[in-house]
């Protein structure tokens, strides 16, 4: 393991405002083509209780519902020309190390501890997440957590540590019985399209599919994520969903209240950190 950087809050606050650079091109963007986007997790408690950032926070996070994650990533492809900005997913050509979109920003250098050894450009990170109906019934709700599990293994490729022996043995062994990429990637296509056949607008309760298995036991209230709301986020006035107080509740409990001193640190452990240093060279294909 590489050693993990200790940041300050200054280099911290200076990331912070290259992340919003990130925001805004991204906002730009979904206004121009019609996509709704919300801000979610850290990004959507700072609003609320800061105005901005959470102080020690060292990442934006987005959700989109289904029909417009995939209507961006399509949308980004066809438009999308900008050298700064790019916009990663795992397909057949590019392996990421994630379950979802990431926007990339490549005027500066971030390599984060889990993606030191995967070959994509290491700038600042954007994630962006889908959202996802939930069905009402438990089978099939159970059926959609174990396609989810199974698409988030072979699309990631990469062994859970915090959820049990079990858990992690099962994972390696899958891994081991399917080592190529090729036939990782059949699996996780068949599992993805397993788990999002039900629709956002036709169930009572949507999920997070894509984030971790905690997160891809919550089940929202479809209409919590059913209309945007506005609230300013360090100058900009940003959507966030319209049932933010649910979901929030559900996801952090209560939210409101400032953690102990020592939870104030950021979640993300980092090996690299260069904020004046593109992390590409341009005479280089991407």
């Not at 959609?144 to 079990?166: C, D, N, R």
């Amino acid at each position: 393991m590489s050693e993990v950087l200790q940041i300050d809050r200054e280099t911290l606050r200076k990331l912070q405002l290259k992340e919003l650079e990130s925001l805004e091109y991204f906002d730009n963007f979904c206004k121009e083509n019609e996509l709704r986007y919300y801000l979610l997790g850290g990004c959507v408690i700072g609003a609320l209780r800061h105005g901005g950032f959470i102080p020690w926070d060292d990442d934006i996070d987005i959700i989109m519902l289904r029909r417009d994650y995939e209507r961006m990533l399509r949308l980004w492809k066809q438009q999308e020309s900008n050298e700064r900005f790019l916009m990663l997913k795992t397909d057949g050509r590019v392996f990421t190390g994630n379950s979802f979109a990431t926007l990339i920003d490549t005027s500066a250098t971030m390599i984060k501890e889990n993606q030191k050894d995967i070959d994509v450009p290491h700038g600042i990170v954007t994630d962006i997440f889908p959202m996802d109906g939930c069905p009402d019934k438990k089978l099939q709700r159970y059926l959609q957590y174990y396609h989810a599990m199974m698409y988030s293994l072979f699309i990631t490729e990469f062994v859970p540590e915090k959820h049990g022996k079990l858990m992690k043995f099962i994972c390696s062994l899958l891994l081991k019985l399917f080592p190529s990429r090729e036939k990782r990637t059949k699996i996780w296509k068949k599992h993805e399209k397993k788990m999002t056949k039900y629709g956002f607008n036709t169930h009572k309760k949507c999920t997070e599919l894509c984030a971790g298995p905690h997160y891809m036991l919550n089940e929202y209230p479809q209409k919590a994520f059913a209309k945007a709301v506005y609230h300013d986020f360090e100058g900009m006035s940003v959507p966030l969903p319209q049932g933010y107080d649910e979901y929030l509740t559900m996801a952090f409990g209560d939210y409101m209240q400032m953690p102990p001193e020592d939870k104030q640190t950021p979640h993300h452990d980092l090996v690299a950190l260069d904020l004046d240093t593109p992390c590409i060279n341009r005479d280089q294909p991407i």
